[in-house]
């Protein structure tokens, strides 16, 4: 069973000028004359962390981390303006550019994936290869199932916990409501909406592992949760079944597909549509894994797919 490499420091970081509002944290780590790959976290609003370069054999690969704008050491940090899907696809494509890489391996999990996905549909001969966990899909039927029509029935009180935090006004309409009370003018009841956002996040992705905590919301928490709850109520800024539908430019790119059985963050439902939209995929389903990426089976499975791409090449 394998493990994460050995703990390393970056050799180079960065804030990318964007010719506008946003700077975007870039550093990069491992070989320089290695394989370049890009790791893409999830969210969105999330970061990357130390532990996201340790998938990746630092002799074999040029490992590139980059905090999508207004996560992580980015900045501004949690700003919304200028911060839309394309936006970030252009940042990827700007830092490869940066670099002067040919081509490079695409690694994501979750929404990260999602981005993967998308940035290999624009540019399909700047993708050396794609490692996908966790398939995220951006359809509406993956809202209804986060929000109220699928999940909610497993975790029916903190499912209710989470409604405390909706105005009635909202109706039947819980993605407005929460986009309206998160930015809130008042500011406990955005707090309070915040904190219930991500506890049913938590409670969902973690299951039974799930810690709740008093701790109150923090500022930066409010940001990272607007910033989320602008993506979802935008759509992702794509239109509804674009990436199955956009899958036909994929089939020359090596990709791996792994998945959790248990994922209820992310059904595996998502991951066999897509493994049907690039049947040339190797899929690979956990019986024991979730959604997040850790426990053995989830690393040994993420690390075995970098270790045989950089075989391939």
Same mark, same amino acid.
């Given at each position: #069973?394998?493990?994460?490499?050995?703990?390393?420091?970056? $050799?180079?970081?960065?804030?990318?000028?964007?010719?506008?509002?946003?700077?975007?944290?870039? %550093?990069?780590?491992?070989?320089? !004359?290695?394989?370049?790959?890009?790791?893409?976290?999830?969210?969105? =609003?999330?970061?990357?962390?130390?532990?996201?370069?340790?998938?990746?054999?630092?002799?074999?690969?040029?490992?590139?981390? #980059?905090?999508?704008?207004? =996560?992580?050491? +980015?900045?501004?940090?949690?700003?919304?303006?200028?911060?839309?899907?394309?936006?970030? *696809?252009?940042?990827?494509?700007?830092?490869?550019?940066?670099?002067?890489?040919?081509?490079?391996?695409?690694?994501?999990?979750?929404?990260?994936?999602?981005?993967?996905?998308?940035?290999?549909?624009?540019?399909?001969?700047?993708?050396?290869?794609?490692? *996908?966990?966790?398939?995220?899909?951006?359809?509406?039927?993956? #809202?209804?199932?986060?929000?109220?029509?699928?999940?909610?029935?497993?975790?029916?009180?903190?499912?209710?916990?989470?409604?405390?935090? @909706?105005?009635?006004? !909202?109706?039947?309409?819980?993605?407005?409501?929460?986009?309206?009370?998160?930015? +809130?003018?008042?500011?406990?009841? !955005?707090?309070?909406?915040?904190?219930?956002?991500?506890?049913?996040?938590?409670?969902?992705?973690?299951?039974?592992?799930?810690?709740? +905590?008093?701790? !109150?919301?923090?500022?930066?928490?409010?940001?990272?949760?607007?910033?989320?709850?602008?993506?979802?109520? /935008?759509?992702? $800024?794509?239109?509804? /079944?674009? @990436?199955? %539908?956009? =899958? &036909?430019?994929?089939?020359?790119?090596?990709?791996?597909?792994?998945?959790?059985? /248990?994922?209820?963050?992310?059904?595996?439902?998502?991951?066999?549509?897509?493994?049907?939209?690039?049947?040339? &995929?190797?899929?690979?389903?956990?019986? /024991?894994?979730?959604?997040?990426?850790?426990?053995?089976? #989830? @690393?040994?499975?993420?690390? +075995?797919?970098?270790?045989?791409?950089?075989?391939? $090449?």
């Amino acid at each position: #069973m394998k493990t994460l490499y050995p703990e390393i420091l970056p $050799f180079h970081t960065s804030l990318m000028e964007t010719g506008g509002l946003h700077r975007v944290y870039v %550093e990069q780590s491992g070989n320089p !004359a290695g394989i370049p790959v890009i790791f893409l976290h999830g969210g969105p =609003c999330s970061g990357t962390k130390p532990d996201h370069r340790r998938f990746f054999d630092p002799e074999r690969y040029h490992i590139i981390l #980059m905090d999508q704008r207004g =996560c992580g050491q +980015s900045l501004p940090f949690g700003e919304i303006q200028g911060n839309t899907t394309q936006d970030l *696809l252009d940042d990827m494509e700007r830092i490869r550019q940066q670099l002067r890489i040919e081509q490079w391996l695409l690694f994501g999990g979750s929404w990260g994936g999602t981005l993967a996905l998308l940035y290999a549909q624009q540019h399909p001969k700047r993708v050396l290869a794609m490692i *996908l966990r966790g398939v995220f899909l951006a359809r509406q039927a993956d #809202m209804d199932w986060f929000l109220g029509k699928g999940v909610n029935l497993i975790y029916p009180q903190q499912w209710q916990d989470f409604l405390s935090c @909706i105005p009635a006004s !909202a109706g039947t309409d819980l993605l407005q409501g929460l986009y309206d009370a998160v930015f +809130s003018d008042d500011d406990e009841a !955005a707090r309070r909406a915040a904190k219930q956002w991500q506890a049913w996040g938590g409670q969902v992705a973690l299951g039974n592992d799930y810690q709740d +905590s008093d701790e !109150a919301v923090s500022d930066q928490a409010l940001k990272q949760v607007r910033m989320e709850v602008h993506y979802a109520k /935008n759509a992702y $800024f794509i239109a509804e /079944n674009q @990436i199955l %539908e956009n =899958c &036909a430019a994929l089939q020359d790119i090596p990709t791996i597909i792994i998945h959790g059985q /248990n994922d209820l963050t992310c059904p595996l439902e998502a991951g066999w549509r897509l493994h049907q939209a690039l049947p040339q &995929a190797r899929y690979i389903v956990l019986p /024991n894994a979730g959604h997040v990426a850790r426990g053995e089976e #989830m @690393i040994d499975a993420l690390v +075995s797919a970098t270790d045989e791409m950089a075989r391939l $090449f």
